[in-house]
């Protein structure tokens, strides 16, 4: 079994800046890509950025210049940098990684259990 942990949400005010982290643990033989979502209330969990295990990276458009996606393979963890925060950003931010546990086996979605972010104006 494998499990992602986030951490770093919290309040910020509009402009401010937060840092999100996602540690996965257990049962790891690789991971391949790992992303952040979000979800904020009364709408559906869209994606925010994406990153390969080689380091390419993805961005929805709405967060493109804003946000930049890292790992640290050797941690397995991911990260997630927020500049630039405003209301639009505001929602429950999760983490996804797609994670191989054998050499035998395709790599299996685990998700995180969410860390809100709160935008004050």
């Known amino acids: 079994q494998v499990q992602l942990v986030e951490s770093g949400g919290g309040l910020v005010q509009a402009g401010g800046s937060l840092r999100l982290s996602c540690a996965a643990s257990?049962?790891?033989?690789?991971?391949?890509?790992m992303a952040w979502y979000r979800q904020a209330p009364g709408k559906q969990r869209e994606l925010v950025a994406t990153?390969?295990?080689?380091?390419?990276?993805n961005y929805a458009d709405s967060v493109k210049g804003r946000f930049t996606i890292s790992r640290d393979n050797a941690k397995n963890t991911v990260y997630l940098r927020m500049n630039s925060l405003n209301s639009e950003d505001a929602g429950a931010y999760y983490c996804?990684?797609?994670?191989?546990?054998?050499?035998?086996?395709?790599?299996?979605?685990?998700w995180g259990q969410g860390t809100q972010v709160t935008v004050s104006s």
């Open positions: 996804n990684a797609k994670v191989r546990d054998s050499v035998l086996r395709q790599p299996n979605d685990y």
């Open positions: 257990g049962r790891i033989f690789s991971i391949n890509d």
């Open positions: 990153i390969t295990s080689g380091g390419s990276t």
